[in-house]
């Protein structure tokens, strides 16, 4: 147990449906993150929020829309999604000091689009 | 952006042996975070090296961070199967940045 908590563990989807995927932190952090992790790629980092503020969007398609309504919880709202998205979505918390402490990571939803 | 290289991509080893995995950062590091992952599961931080020749150990793994080469290297000794997953190497690009970037994993797999 990490104190990051992540729902569903397993999603499938077809292209034209429209699902979220939640993230809930317990650790009073005040960073938030999405990572994608594609088979034998490095993780990517898609958003990062920082006092509910995105501070981070690398180019993630409009396809995936973030959503912090406070500081313990993250969504990634997900629509019109195509294969190639299929991967381990991974959020992970962390308290920002200037910088950034070590990351905390949730299990991870495992998201596959067909 | 950094990009760091882990070699090797996988391995295999004898339980009982050593093994070592090697994080190599195409830019300055400014902190160097170990994880461990099981397949498809979330990343469980190993260790965390801030300053150039320091050393970490926890039971039978230790971390290493040679600040000039701009590497770090990860040995575990004894190797038992609780050993294997991917293991990850993270670090930031700038001091005072957010986020972790991270390598591609190494894959252990630990043969009775």
């Known amino acids: 147990e990490t104190g990051v908590t992540q729902t569903p563990r397993h999603l499938v989807m077809g292209m034209t449906n429209k699902k979220s995927l939640k993230c809930e932190q317990h650790?009073?952090?005040?960073?938030m993150y999405w990572y994608k992790q594609s088979a034998k790629k490095p993780l990517e980092l898609m958003f990062v929020y920082s006092l509910e503020e995105r501070v981070e969007n690398n180019s993630v398609p409009s396809r995936f829309s973030p959503e912090c309504p406070n500081s313990s919880h993250l969504f990634l709202h997900l629509h019109t999604l195509q294969p190639e998205d299929s991967a381990l979505y991974l959020c992970?918390?962390?308290?920002?000091?200037?910088?950034?402490?070590?990351?905390?990571f949730g299990s991870g939803t495992q998201l596959s689009v067909l | 952006s950094q990009e760091l290289e882990q070699s090797p991509q996988s391995l295999i080893v004898q339980e009982g042996k050593n093994l070592t995995i090697n994080c190599t950062s195409s830019k300055t590091l400014y902190g160097l975070y170990w994880y461990k992952q099981k397949y498809g599961e979330g990343l469980i931080f190993l260790m965390m090296?801030?300053?150039?020749?320091e050393e970490k150990s926890h039971e039978k793994i230790t971390a290493k961070l040679d600040e000039k080469k701009q590497q770090s290297s990860l040995h575990i000794t004894a190797s038992q199967p609780s050993h294997a997953g991917i293991y990850l190497c993270?670090?930031?690009?700038?001091?005072?940045?957010?986020?972790?970037?991270f390598g591609a994993g190494t894959t252990v797999t630990v043969r009775a």
């Open positions: 992970a918390s962390s308290q920002v000091k200037g910088a950034a402490e070590k990351l905390f």
């Open positions: 993270g670090a930031r690009s700038r001091s005072n940045d957010y986020k972790l970037s």
């Open positions: 650790l009073g952090h005040n960073a």
């Open positions: 090296l801030q300053k150039g020749g």
